[in-house]
């Protein structure tokens, strides 16, 4: 089973919302007006950050970088800076530099749980699923976490694909139980719940994913699949004729010209 980070279900394991605070500056350390330009400084960074977080969901990769380092060259400390720079050097397939900037980002916010995801979804997608895990779990753990159906999502996918069901299955259904609407979660546990053969179980999660978002490729073609292990030639049918339609030329729709059902 391959992987696409850049396909729109996987890209929602490394969206970027967080933001990160670090401890005041005293009076005892600084006088007022000092501090009122750190805090002003710290302003302008977390601004350009966060317009280059939506430059990066935009896919401006260019612009995103420059907002970043706008945001660094304001306050070298301000972590989720380096956590944008992270994810656009990721994006550019620039692994060296993500990590760095990854963990400049950790070194100066070691329990921010947006920042480990991210972290944890680099390292999975460039072939280091077993070291993710760990960074997946401190952003799992953190109760402040608003979003917890990232993690435990990005923690199945690379349990899967380091082939440990056991533990996928049960990220994935408490990623579902945080998240029920989490579209992801849902078409991955369908998938491992296909390999499985536990067909019912797969098509009942295929038929809750088209129930609550648009099909995609990936989905039509996993529906497809269950169906003509049912041997619902209906149903196999409708879901071809949508893949057809909408996906043409996609990776999925040429196995099923090729008939590469497997």
Known sequence: MKFHPGRALALLGVLMTACVSNPPVTQVDQPASQQAAVGDLR??????????????????????????????????????AYNLLGLVHMYLQEPRLAEENFDRALRLAPADAEISNNFGWFLCQTGHEQRSIAYFQTAIK????????????????????????????????????????????????????????RLGEARLQ??????????EAQSLWLALRIEHKFGDRDAEARYSSQLRRKFAGSPEHQKLLQGQYE
């Open 206 to 215: 295929i038929s809750e994913l088209f129930r609550l978002s648009e099909p």
């Open 142 to 197: 953190n109760t402040l976490y608003t979003t917890p159906a990232k993690p435990l999502t990005n923690a199945g996918i690379c349990s899967l694909r380091l082939k440990d069901d056991k533990a996928a299955e049960e990220y994935l259904t408490n990623a579902l139980r945080a998240d029920g609407s989490s579209a992801s979660a849902r078409f991955w546990l369908a998938e491992l719940l296909y390999r499985q053969r």
């Open 43 to 80: 302003k302008r960074a977390k601004a350009h950050t966060d317009l280059g977080a939506a430059y990066l969901g935009d896919g401006r990769l260019a612009v995103a970088l420059e907002e970043a380092r706008i945001a660094i060259a304001a306050d070298a400390d301000y972590a989720p």
